[in-house]
């Protein structure tokens, strides 16, 4: 059975995000002292008195609000509270009860979910503060004071939550899941994609470029397997990084692609590969992921019989470093080729994970050597010894030889494309590292 789910909800800057962070252990979400900085659901494990178990921290709930991102904020909040098992409604002991939390109260009746009301903000030890009683008023039940930033009294809110869990079963493993990074610039339609992946709207979509801040974790089965899709915060330039909040938001995208097992790089197919494209690709290069390079938008070009080989042209030029990736064009919008996605994520991360025995790669080794003689410096020859594979995601191969000073990078090179070409490793950068007689092999 599927691990139970705990949603965090109530009004905008009442400390949801903090607690959501005591409560996985993990700065996760951002936290920040302006109301609305938590826009969509965020997932994230925990684990209390050995039970494992889901939470979903949400963007803050005002009921009464036209703003569309607000509205959307509410969407999102309302999703959580129909998949949770537990509903952690989240006050602040020093508003006291608000028309807003009275309406939220109301919501969250209606649900027939299990509430557990925190009021959050008792920083202080000593005897409970009289004031938060005020909040039988709102109809759930017993209040349980509690501290986001100090931890007070978040293990009697999580017995509480506990006791609302259905019998522990059966947990479903989690080795099997692959995490696929949604990553770009702001704006090329990122969660739009994972909308599309979805079938439901996840993720907020707006025009207006920063709308996703947080990386955001939806768990999803497909046919092809089971996944984990991260939406991340689009990447902008550092000049225009100005914003603390967004700050953040580059540097939880960053942490995205760090957990990541595959990462889809989006393009805007009416622009091309701009400089931020190729530094948004370069981390996911960098860090040694699968990767995919998806043209997005492609229904909005106007096409010829050659405008895909000229686009596929000028990506490789643009990224020239990322060869290996394979690139799919696709329309989030209307669902065009979305049907190749994932058999292609699926051939990417098998192939990052291929083991190769070291007598088939010494066997290429020998007959590249063959092909092309190892460089010669001042009369001194680079003697090659053997390889081996020491590591996969990405695949690490480790040459032993004679001078590591000799081992030009263009030999290197060299080998890196017999090996491709004899086994192919489409999707995935290679890590080659040269070691010479006497090194210790780890």
Known sequence: MPRPLVAIVGRPNVGKSMLFNK??????????????????????????????????????????????????????AQIAIDAA?????????????????????????????????????????????????????LGLGQPYPVSAVHGHGTGDLLDVCLDHFPPEGELEEDDEVVKVAIIGKPNVGKSSLVNRILGQERVIVSDRAGTTRDAVDTPFVHETGRYLIIDTAGMRRKSKVDDRIEKFSV???????????????????????????TKVAGLAHEAGKACIIVVNKWDAVEKDGKTMQRMEQEVRRGLAYMSYAPILFLSALTGQRMGQLFPMIQQVVQQACLRIPTGVLNSVLADAQARVQPPTDKGRRLKIYYMTQIGVKPPHFVIFCNDARLFHFSYQRYLENQI?????????????????????ED
């Open 23 to 76: 409560l996985t252990g993990r700065r996760l979400s951002i936290v920040e002292d302006t109301p609305g900085v938590t826009r969509d659901r965020l997932y994230a494990p925990a684990e209390w008195r050995g039970r494992v178990f889901d939470l979903v921290d949400t963007g803050g709930i005002e009921p009464g609000s036209d703003d569309q991102i607000l509205s959307f904020m509410r969407e999102q």
């Open 420 to 440: 491709r070409n004899t086994f192919g490793l489409i999707g995935t950068p290679v890590r080659i590292t040269i070691r010479q007689k006497g090194d210790k």
């Open 85 to 137: 098992q537990v509903i952690l409604f989240v006050c602040d002991i020093r508003t006291g009860v608000t028309a807003a939390d009275q309406e939220v109260a109301g919501m969250l009746q209606r649900s027939g979910k299990p509430v557990v009301l925190a009021v959050n903000k008792m920083d202080s030890t000593g005897p409970t503060d009289p004031d938060v009683y005020e909040f039988y008023n």
């Open 251 to 277: 540097l939880r995208a960053v942490m995205a692609i760090e957990r990541s097992d595959v990462c889809l790089i989006l393009i805007d197919a009416n622009e091309g590969v701009t400089e931020q494209d």
